[in-house]
């Protein structure tokens, strides 16, 4: 659409075996090359049990990846119109999402 990030009929450039989540398989009439729309739908169904912890409109000021002796990601974000300063939490995952998808 024209006020995503993406244009119709645009497609992965991967097929979607390399796009998928082990936990989560494309459905298999998904196309070999999926469409905006169709990543968006995946993500969206992928996103669903962890909405809850999803932090929208946030920008990432730092990422320290593990180490052997801090065995998770250190994460440190602000988020828009917050009266506080930047937040910092630990996670086992690190999904990075630019949000070209955010809007088939």
Request: with cysteine; net charge neutral; aromatic share 10%.
């Amino acid at each position: 659409g024209s006020e995503g990030k993406t244009w119709e009929g645009m497609t992965t450039n991967l097929a979607k075996e390399k796009c998928q989540f082990s936990t989560l398989l494309h459905d298999e009439e998904t196309p070999t090359f999926p469409s905006a729309a169709a990543m968006h739908a995946y993500f969206v169904k992928l996103a669903g049990p962890f909405h809850h912890k999803i932090r929208f409109e946030s920008t990432v000021t730092s990422v320290l990846p593990p180490v052997s002796d801090r065995p998770d990601w250190q994460v440190q974000y602000t988020q828009r119109g917050a009266a506080e300063g930047p937040t910092m939490v630990t996670c086992r995952f690190l999904v990075v999402a630019t949000g070209v998808f955010s809007i088939p």
